[in-house]
């Protein structure tokens, strides 16, 4: 999409000055997009100003810390900033007018009934138009329902001041948080959404890198880059929703879903990828976009039934945690219940949308009493979650607890010392609804443990009926009503027999 203020004769041959391979480029927006964008950008070469108006965050890039918890995002800040081809800035005008390129980052949250809000987006590139000189190409990284490349193009033009020509490329990211850094900086594929030659001909330079190491490049119009972005996130979406119904099922039919996930990724037309059942997808993308396809295929009059069933099947996780607990515990009024997990996935500080806090928030309003703990997240998750206590450490959370609940697969909650937590907690109920733990091990030092849908039991070919006999057992309550710590029925083989749910 190329676009033209009118004005002098000369006007299209504006030159693109720049030193040879490399280009000076804004990033508007340190989010999880910009920023990481922005560092890898550097880190191909280019001269980089990431600009946010929030002075804090500014300040502390500038300083060198990465404000998100972001696996090696920070050491790659400072080598950039170090070798002076990163600067971080809250004047967009002086950097814009400055730059071949501007990518824009910002920000595309969920407005009412699921339509995205582009306010941010529309603010930023206002003043992009209203600060660009000479030639600029405007790259759109931020996810954005179909037709905002167009809108955006047409803001652009109502605005510019200066002598100015650009063009817009829509530019999708595939990068997921925790692994961002890898992700950019290896891309399964490039999406390229433009109307000009010019626009695709310099975003290919920008990444030569990609073009050197034959990466799929994709180009294509803006309207489909932009659809391709929520139908990779809605097809994520609807793939975990359809394994949470099959972990659903293997519950009720003692059928194991590790196996079954692992059979069903080894056919090449399924994939491995997102095939772990859990409490539900969360973060700041997944729920979102889908809802904004729901919301695009709506206005064009076209009912995104998949999309819907997914985020049906997804809400339905949390509720399925909760009630998993309560039948273990009975009512869950006044019961202490340990959180291990508040971020919506491992590797990151994101609470946004985490399961985590939707199952929190349902235990609360059962009058549970909860203690949690995070290793990186627990900053957003006492600001989403006030009414739970947060402790320093996984020990601490089980501490006297009821139930144990792992929601977050963070790699140090396999390694706790699980003997030690089972002393400490008041009754040892363990649910995994992650599938992190080795459930035989658990029900081995004496956990009342429930998976997801995995076939936990003393040996593979214990019967059902078995299970189900010992299951029973362990879901007990004293006679005075009060939780007791219970040993286990333990085999003639000396393991522990408990079933799965
Ligand atoms: C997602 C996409 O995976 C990226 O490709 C995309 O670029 C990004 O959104 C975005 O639009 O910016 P992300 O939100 O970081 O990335 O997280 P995912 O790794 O996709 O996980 C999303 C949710 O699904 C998490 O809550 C995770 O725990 C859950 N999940 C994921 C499962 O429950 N099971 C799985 O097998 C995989």
Known sequence: MRKETPGPENFNEISIERKA?????????????????????????????????????????????CPIHEEGLEDLIKKNAAAGRLDFSTDLATSVSNSQAVFLGVGTPEGPSGKTDLSALRGAARQVAQNMRGYTLVVIKSTVPVGTAEEISRLINHNIR?????????????????????????????????SSETGV?????????????????????????????????????????????????????????????????????????????????????????????IYTARGAKYRFRLGRAALDVNKHQHKAVVDKLRQTLGSLRRKRIALLGVAFKANTDD???????????????????????????????????????????????????????????????????????????????????RNCLDGQKMIALGFEYKDNGRMTRPSAIGTSRQVEASSLSLNFESSSGKHEKISPPVSASGAVALGKS
Not at 162 to 184: C, K, M
Not at 277 to 291: A, E
Not at 382 to 388: A, F, L, T, Y
Request: aromatic share 8%.
């Open 21 to 65: 391979g490399t280009m000076k480029i804004s990033v508007i927006g340190t989010g999880y997009v910009g920023l990481v964008a922005g560092t890898c950008l550097a880190e191909f070469g280019h001269e980089v100003t990431c600009i946010d108006r929030i002075k804090e965050k500014i300040d502390c890039l500038k300083s060198g810390k």
């Open 162 to 194: 200066h002598l100015a020509t650009f063009d817009i490329v829509s530019n999708p990211e595939f990068l997921r948080q925790g692994t961002a850094v890898y992700d950019f900086l290896n891309p399964e594929r490039v999406i390229l959404g433009a």
């Open 201 to 293: 001909k310099l975003i290919r330079e920008i990444y030569e890198s990609f073009v050197e190491r034959d990466i799929p490049i994709i180009e294509t119009t803006n309207e489909t880059a932009e659809v391709i972005k929520y139908a990779a996130n809605s097809f994520l979406a609807v793939k975990i929703s359809f394994i949470n119904e099959m972990a659903s099922i293997c519950q009720k039919v003692n059928a194991d879903i590790s196996q079954i996930s692992r059979a069903l990724g080894m056919d090449r037309r399924i994939a491995p990828g997102c095939l772990n059942p859990g409490p539900g997808f969360g973060g700041s993308c997944l729920p979102k976009d889908v809802k904004s396809l």
């Open 351 to 433: 609470t946004r949308e985490s399961p985590a806090i939707h199952i929190a928030r349902r235990l609360y309003r059962e009058g549970a009493e909860l203690v949690a703990y995070d290793p990186v997240a627990m900053k957003l998750g006492k600001i989403d979650i006030p009414e739970v206590a947060f402790v320093d450490s996984a020990y601490d959370a089980c501490y006297n607890a009821d139930a144990t609940l792992l929601l977050t697969e963070w790699q140090e909650f396999r390694e706790l010392d699980f003997a030690r937590i089972k002393m400490l907690m008041a009754r040892p109920v363990l649910h995994d609804t």
